[in-house]
């Protein structure tokens, strides 16, 4: 894999056909979406060759969006694209995110403007 990329709301609609663009370019894809065709939309899209790592959650939930973390680092950890965004596959697991605080409620205490 040298591209991957994540798509939200690729069930249907512009996100399925986002999706379908990507695939047929070669991207690897992440795709999330509450809909009950995911799964279908999934195999759609592997009939392009392309690995596709199926997320179904709600991401206008906190609980939703706390299930996107996993399996979208596991897809960008596992992809030879993650030396594109500075991580070396060599370096110690414990060493890659090293002051970057990727919780999704990390930033939850924002400044007032």
Do not use: Q
Request: positive net charge.
């Amino acid at each position: 894999m040298d591209k991957l990329a994540l798509v939200t709301g690729a069930s249907s609609g512009i996100g399925y056909w986002l999706a379908n663009d990507l695939a047929t370019r070669g991207y690897d894809l992440v795709i999330c979406s509450a809909g009950e065709r995911v799964a279908e939309a999934a195999n759609d899209l592997r009939s392009a060759g392309v690995s596709v790592t199926m997320i179904s959650t709600d991401l206008a939930t906190r609980e939703g969006i706390d299930l996107l973390w996993g399996p979208l680092l596991a897809a960008i950890l596992s992809s030879r694209s993650s030396r594109t965004c500075g991580i070396s596959k060599r370096w110690p697991k414990r060493a890659r995110f090293r002051g970057l605080n990727l919780s999704p409620t990390a930033n939850a205490e924002s400044e007032a403007p």
